[in-house]
Nanobody, 123 residues
Framework: QVQLVESGGGLVQAGGSLRLSCAAS????????MAWFRQSPGKEREFVAA????????AYADSVKGRFTISRDNAENTVHLQMNSLKPEDTAVYYC????????????????WGQGTQVTVSS
């Protein structure tokens, strides 16, 4: 079991940056692959980025590649999402998720979720 709490969302102008953080409760945090998803009003939740247990493997949605960077600190039980060059279409609730596996794996494995943090990008 792992509990996840996101922070760092807010309102930013287009072209700006935000850094999201996710704090995990699990003492075995390093056993989990971690990911960020997002959901905009009227749309399905979509994958944003994922990172393996060591941070050695990462994956990104095409829409954020080159602008977003996922990272983790296993000593602090945290995962971050650095978001640069933000666009209005990045506006969404961002969710942190955990999968009980060390490698990235299929998205269906991410079955632990935080409550989400709102990111709003104004044009």
């Amino acid at each position: 079991q792992v509990q996840l709490v996101e922070s760092g969302g807010g309102l930013v102008q287009a072209g700006g940056s935000l850094r999201l953080s996710c704090a995990a409760s699990a003492s075995t945090f390093s056993s989990y692959a971690m990911a960020w998803f997002r959901q905009s009003p009227g749309k399905e939740r979509e994958f944003v980025a994922a990172i393996s247990w060591s941070g050695g493997s990462t994956a990104y949605a095409d829409s954020v590649k080159g602008r977003f960077t996922i990272s983790r600190d296993n000593a602090e039980n945290t995962v971050h999402l650095q978001m640069n060059s933000l666009k209005p279409e990045d506006t969404a609730v961002y969710y942190c998720a955990a999968a009980p596996r060390r490698t990235l794996g299929p998205l269906k494995n991410y079955n632990y979720w935080g409550q989400g943090t709102q990111v709003t990008v104004s044009s």
